[in-house]
């Protein structure tokens, strides 16, 4: 089967949504790990029950969208997907930390306004 250009565009963007969709959901138990600690084993027995869902998600979205062929796109897509999700994820993060200290900063100024 031969897909067109815009058909193969089509899926690439797909496909980059899926990669954002896993690089976000263990950007999500990442987190969970920091706020809930976990021994070496839970997070493993976590990571190991991560990737086969996520490897499920990946099959299941290639299976939809390619009618279960693996196209060098759809591969493609996964993998750019996931570094401009990488990408945002760490602009907020900076914009986080500069509003941040932007806050610090205009709270010190409130609290010497008030010492006058």
């Known amino acids: 089967m031969i897909l067109g250009i815009g058909t193969e565009a089509g899926v690439f963007l797909y496909a ?3 990669g954002m969709t896993v690089m976000f959901a ?7 790990r920091k706020l809930i600690p976990h021994s070496l084993r839970i997070v493993g027995a976590e990571d190991l029950i991560f ?6 998600y990946i099959f299941n979205r290639m299976y939809e969208t ?3 062929s693996i196209r060098w796109f759809f591969m493609l897509g996964l993998v750019s997907g996931a570094g401009a999700g990488y990408m ?11 509003i941040s200290s932007v806050l ?12 006058r």
């Open 16 to 18: 980059g949504l899926s």
């Open 26 to 32: 263990y950007g999500i138990l990442s987190c969970l």
């Open 51 to 56: 990737w086969v869902a996520a490897s499920a």
């Open 66 to 68: 390619t009618f279960g």
């Open 88 to 98: 945002l994820e760490c602009l907020g993060r900076k914009a986080g930390r500069k």
């Open 104 to 115: 610090h900063r205009e709270k010190g100024k409130n609290k010497s306004l008030e010492k």
